[in-house]
């Protein structure tokens, strides 16, 4: 059974960068036809697609943040990371590692979700 | 416009059809996928593709297509249906594209 586990700090104040990790069981983070992806909900608010990462280490952003947004994998851990920089509050979300699957890439498999509240 | 739109809110009564529907330019090329999220729980996919449904999401729910517009229906709705759906797409830059979410109570 595949899972996803994020990772990283729940609390970070303003103009500090964010680290999480996404941890993969189950299933080959190279593995060919996966999309591994980082979405983020604000409170209260809907879905933010923030970017993903494939096997052959290709990475999409989502425009808006792609300033301030790097995403990385380490096969070797079985983990994929996001590092968000100069956060302000309006990072204060839930961010999730999901993975993207098949011809349509679709979400088959989402981690359970870790709460980051950006403050002093 | 790289743009979906749902409708905000939809109300349906116990074991009645709801019609949820996603809307953009984007779906004219692009197939979308739905997932629910109830409340404190990541969201779940519940249909993909043409009109795929994942192992385990009851046959309730179906989706469809038409034009720039993907539904996702839930026929003989049940109270744990009650949730908020959102669809998914792309676009031509190979960015995702999320809808603002329908909430679907059940009354």
New interface residues.
């Given amino acids: 059974q595949v899972h996803l586990q994020e990772s990283g700090p729940g609390l970070v104040k303003p103009s500090q960068n964010l680290s999480l990790t996404c941890t993969v069981s189950g299933v080959s983070i190279n593995s060919g036809g996966y999309l591994w992806n980082w979405i983020r909900q604000h409170p209260g608010k809907g879905l933010e697609w923030l970017g993903y990462i494939n096997y052959r280490g290709s990475i999409f952003y989502n425009p808006s943040l792609k300033s301030r947004l790097i995403i990385s994998m380490d096969a070797s851990k079985k983990q994929y990371s996001l590092n968000l920089t100069s956060l302000t509050d309006a990072d204060t979300a839930v961010y999730y590692c999901v993975r993207g699957e098949g011809y349509y890439y679709s979400l088959d498999v989402w981690g359970q979700g870790t709460a980051v509240t950006v403050a002093s | 416009s790289s743009e979906l739109t749902q409708s905000p809110a939809v109300s349906v009564a116990l074991g009645q059809t709801v019609r949820i529907t996603c809307q953009g330019d984007t779906l004219r090329d692009y197939?979308a996928?739905w997932?629910q999220?109830k409340p404190g729980q990541?969201?779940?996919?519940v249909m993909?593709?043409k009109d795929d449904r994942?192992s385990g999401i009851p046959d309730r729910f179906s989706g469809s297509r038409s034009g720039n517009t993907f539904a996702l229906t839930i026929t003989g709705t049940q109270a744990e249906d009650e949730a908020v759906y959102?669809c998914?797409s792309?676009d031509s830059g190979?960015?995702?594209?999320?809808?603002?979410?329908t909430k679907v109570t059940v009354l």
């Fill in positions: 197939y996928g997932y999220q990541a969201p779940v996919r993909y593709g994942p959102y998914k792309r190979g960015n995702f594209l999320f809808g603002g979410g």
